[in-house]
């Protein structure tokens, strides 16, 4: 993490600690709701990116997780 600060910290919405790392995709769902994916962890958000699900995961039909 960077120590950099950042340039108007008062417009801060939210803070978001994970150890998902750099290689996370982001996907709005039809019902306006926000999937994140990092490899085989999985979150939604309901309110646009400000809260967020705790982690879980999902397996494909042969029962192998999706990632």
Not at 7 to 36: K, M, N, Y
């Amino acid at each position: 993490m960077s120590n950099v600060p950042m340039t108007r910290p008062e417009e801060l919405l939210a803070v978001h600690e994970t150890g998902f790392g750099h290689s996370s995709t982001f996907v709005q769902l039809h019902d306006g709701r926000i999937l994140h994916a990092a490899g085989e962890n999985f979150t939604i958000s309901e309110d646009g990116g400000i809260t967020w699900s705790e982690p879980f995961h999902r397996d494909d039909g042969n029962g192998n997780p999706v990632g």
